[in-house]
Nanobody, 118 residues
Framework: QVQLVESGGGSVQAGGSLRLSCATS????????MGWFRQAPGKEREFVGA????????YYGDSVKGRFTVSKGNAKNTVYLQMNSLKSEDTAVYYC???????????WGQGTQVTVSS
């Protein structure tokens, strides 16, 4: 079994901050990249941000640039998503993903709910 487990979701007021964590359990892999996606009701799954493991280079979706930060955790194959200046539009289920092949997202977490109230 290879599992990605998210934690840190919850409810927060607009303008607040929240940090999500994603940990790999089971077999350990050397991921090419790890990242975050989100999906709100009635909307398509949206790319949030990712980090390339070897280089540490990060990149983000336009809607979260300047507010969200993806970073490596101290444990191997763990990542954080630091979310600042949260808006109601950020309300969604957030999913962690990992890319082993360099071409596709191979593994997905179960998702964690983030709710931002006005």
């Amino acid at each position: 079994q290879v599992q990605l487990v998210e934690s840190g979701g919850g409810s927060v007021q607009a303008g607040g901050s929240l940090r999500l964590s994603c940990a790999t359990s089971g077999r350990t892999f050397s991921w090419y990249r790890m990242g975050w996606f989100r999906q709100a009701p009635g909307k398509e799954r949206e790319f949030v941000g990712a980090i390339r493991w070897s280089s540490g280079i990060t990149y983000y979706g336009d809607s979260v640039k300047g507010r969200f930060t993806v970073s490596k955790g101290n444990a191997k194959n763990t990542v954080y998503l630091q979310m600042n200046s949260l808006k109601s539009e950020d309300t969604a289920v957030y999913y962690c993903a990992a890319d082993q092949s360099t071409t596709a997202w191979d593994y997905w977490g179960q998702g964690t709910q983030v709710t931002v109230s006005s």
